[in-house]
């Protein structure tokens, strides 16, 4: 089992461990709903270095990733990240990345966890740009809130505010991207393994240590995906609801199912698997993530649903215990920052 350079400090901090895609991970600190709304309402410090970072560099490299990637990289300027898919032959989700574009001969491709593996193989084998898996040479620290930006420009300095809504900037070793994946502003900081704990000390002195429990409440919220859960090899980008980062890629035929939020009615709580069903309580979809969540304090989902049943008019339930419970469908994200 791998353990992150932060490992120790979780411990310190009495951090409830799992595994998670290899690694041990922290779940929770002090308890996930106090967790999520430090998030929603300050700050929130997260430690996401089982993420993994791969190079694809040289002469050849936007030509490489315009093949690689759903995204465009020549429509982004060097300094900007872009989010993209990667895709198989059957215009299956291979992993959803975000990409760091520094040069037109250099791009960071920052890949999900459990993919780190897979994604590597498959992007060396489909480019013939220099591509290496730099993974193991990083830690990376999400820090997300509304407070985010002021506690990391006190640290970092007043140039961290300079960057832009998925924008970049090499601040000394480090790598400081204005992305997240919790709905809220803040950062993502890439930072040597050597330099991890003291960025870490830092800034938790001054924000929530937040496990992987809170970070997929305040995903959910955010209306993103999970890989694994929503996305997968056997989803396509237009049936995900993401044919926006995806416009070049047409569906080979007629698309019957899309992923939609649900926004429970009564007390039930829709959770993965469970069954969604029109009022006669025939299956017309899946539930992929769904949970009661801290901040909207209703119990809200995504699903699968069959195309004739996405109009948000159409009756449909969730099949909890046996029990059809109401459910209202409602465009994604659920929860949207004041601007």
Same mark, same amino acid.
């Given at each position: 089992?791998?353990?992150?350079?932060?490992?120790?400090?979780?411990?310190? #901090?009495?951090?409830?461990?799992?595994?998670?895609?290899?690694?041990?991970?922290? *779940?929770?600190?002090?308890?996930?709903?106090?967790?999520?709304?430090?998030?929603?309402?300050?700050?929130?410090?997260?430690?996401?270095?089982?993420?993994?970072?791969?190079?694809?560099?040289?002469?050849?490299?936007?030509?490489?990733?315009?093949?690689?990637?759903?995204?465009?990289?020549?429509?982004?300027?060097?300094?900007?990240?872009?989010?993209?898919?990667? #895709?198989?032959?059957?215009?299956?989700?291979?992993?959803?990345?975000?990409?760091?574009?520094?040069?037109?001969?250099?791009?960071?491709?920052?890949?999900?966890?459990?993919?780190?593996?897979?994604?590597?193989?498959?992007?060396?084998?489909?480019?013939?740009?220099?591509?290496?898996?730099?993974?193991?040479?990083?830690?990376?620290?999400?820090?997300?809130?509304?407070?985010?930006?002021?506690?990391?420009?006190?640290?970092?300095?007043?140039?961290?505010?300079?960057?832009?809504?998925?924008?970049?900037?090499?601040?000394?070793?480090?790598?400081?991207?204005?992305?997240?994946?919790?709905?809220?502003?803040?950062?993502?900081?890439?930072?040597?393994?050597?330099?991890?704990?003291?960025?870490?000390?830092?800034?938790?002195?001054?924000?929530?240590?937040?496990?992987?429990?809170?970070?997929?409440?305040?995903?959910?919220?955010?209306?993103?995906?999970?890989?694994?859960?929503?996305?997968?090899?056997?989803?396509?980008?237009?049936?995900?609801?993401?044919?926006?980062?995806?416009?070049?890629?047409?569906?080979?035929?007629?698309?019957?199912?899309?992923?939609?939020?649900? *926004?429970?009615?009564?007390?039930?709580?829709?959770?993965?698997?469970?069954?969604?069903?029109?009022?006669?309580?025939?299956?017309?979809?899946?539930?992929?993530?769904?949970?009661?969540?801290?901040?909207?304090?209703?119990?809200?989902?995504?699903?699968?649903?069959?195309?004739?049943?996405?109009?948000?008019?159409?009756?449909?339930?969730?099949?909890?215990?046996?029990?059809?419970?109401?459910?209202?469908?409602?465009?994604?994200?659920?929860?949207?920052?004041?601007?």
């Amino acid at each position: 089992m791998k353990t992150t350079p932060l490992y120790h400090r979780h411990l310190e #901090l009495g951090a409830q461990m799992t595994e998670f895609a290899g690694y041990q991970m922290p *779940v929770r600190y002090t308890g996930d709903k106090l967790e999520h709304m430090a998030v929603r309402q300050k700050a929130g410090i997260f430690d996401v270095s089982h993420m993994g970072e791969v190079w694809v560099t040289g002469p050849h490299a936007e030509q490489a990733m315009s093949q690689l990637n759903t995204q465009d990289p020549s429509r982004f300027a060097p300094g900007q990240a872009y989010y993209g898919l990667l #895709l198989n032959s059957q215009g299956g989700i291979i992993d959803d990345v975000i990409s760091y574009k520094f040069s037109p001969e250099k791009f960071l491709i920052c890949v999900n966890a459990a993919n780190r593996e897979k994604d590597f193989n498959w992007i060396k084998s489909h480019c013939d740009a220099e591509v290496e898996d730099a993974s193991d040479s990083w830690c990376q620290i999400a820090i997300q809130g509304p407070e985010a930006v002021g506690i990391t420009a006190r640290y970092l300095g007043d140039q961290v505010l300079a960057i832009k809504r998925f924008g970049f900037a090499q601040i000394g070793d480090m790598i400081v991207a204005r992305t997240g994946y919790t709905g809220e502003d803040g950062f993502e900081i890439f930072v040597p393994n050597a330099q991890a704990v003291k960025l870490w000390d830092a800034l938790a002195s001054q924000a929530t240590p937040c496990g992987l429990a809170a970070r997929d409440t305040l995903r959910l919220e955010a209306g993103m995906c999970l890989y694994g859960h929503d996305i997968n090899d056997h989803t396509n980008p237009v049936e995900a609801g993401l044919g926006w980062c995806a416009k070049n890629w047409k569906a080979p035929g007629e698309v019957h199912r899309r992923l939609v939020g649900l *926004v429970m009615q009564g007390q039930g709580i829709a959770r993965p698997d469970y069954e969604v069903c029109n009022q006669v309580g025939q299956k017309i979809g899946q539930v992929t993530s769904g949970t009661k969540t801290p901040y909207l304090n209703q119990a809200i989902a995504m699903a699968y649903i069959d195309r004739p049943y996405c109009d948000g008019a159409s009756e449909v339930y969730v099949k909890i215990r046996g029990r059809l419970e109401p459910a209202k469908i409602t465009q994604l994200p659920f929860y949207r920052r004041p601007q």
